[in-house]
């Protein structure tokens, strides 16, 4: 089959336009919940015998194959690639970049969809910049696909945590695209926060304790991004926002514990700890003693 110029000039489209393009049809149900930076996906696409010229994606695209073993042909404009793909392998679309696709079977695919805003503010908290992701073609990162597998389980049925779980999951995700799959800039190291921003978030913590305060919480306090809010709050501090705010809530329980007669339970909530036992455990993690124990003794 004679080999056609990729078009110029056409606008991104969207993951799911450029799925439906293909005719692909969908395994998984869409996530709930608010947008992510890491969007995950599963579907089943016939073969595609014709050459299909398609528009530039608005996201960084990373397939998984499950099912099916094909011949891809992809064509980003430089040279046709042509590969056997069978389960486990993958490929790697830089947002931006128009392709062209041809394959000879059926396949089931796991997607993900990496937006580049995020990807950068991931790499802001990694202290490097620019992270520009590689175009790979037929190769296997199993730790990957398995970061990959274990989102698109928890977006499908949810389990304890499951909000901080898919965020530690989608981190997760970030950083190993910048590791393995990405070229990136060293960035000069940035100032703390200003006194007014690092005030603010302090008097978020101590008027807020009893919340599920969360590191978005602080960054928004401050008026930054999670990312730059992160590396910020360190350099100024000698903390992870999440060590302060467990620090935060350790000192105000010492406070309860000898200035109140509140039961531990009471104690528990006041503070933002999930229950009585989740208190207990973080409580003798940092001081030795029981919260029971510490009372008694002072």
Known sequence: MPRSAVRQGDETITPRQWVARLNGRDLAPPASGPPSGVGVAMFRFPGLPERLVLPPLDAHYISFTLAGSLVIERDLGRELERAGFRPGMSLILPAGRENAWRWNHGTDELHLYVAPAWLGEVALGAGVAAPQ???????????????????????????????????????????????????VAPMPLRAGLAPSRLRRVRELVDQHLDRDLTIEDMADAAGLSRAHFAR?????????????????????????????????????VLTGFRSQSHLARVFRNATGLTPVEYRRLR
Not at 140 to 157: C, F, G, M, N, Y
Not at 162 to 180: C, F, K, S, V
């Open 133 to 183: 992701l590689i175009e790979r073609f037929a190769f296997q990162d199993p730790v990957l696909s398995s970061l990959a597998r274990a989102l698109i389980e928890e977006r499908r049925q949810a389990g304890i945590g499951g909000a901080l779980y898919r965020h530690a999951l989608e981190q997760a995700i970030g950083l190993r695209l910048l590791r393995e799959h990405c070229s």
């Open 232 to 268: 910020s709050f360190r350099t100024a501090t000698g903390q992870t926002p999440y060590a302060y705010l467990r620090a935060e809530r350790i000192a105000r329980v010492r406070t309860l514990l000898t200035g109140s007669s509140h039961p531990i339970g009471d104690i528990a």
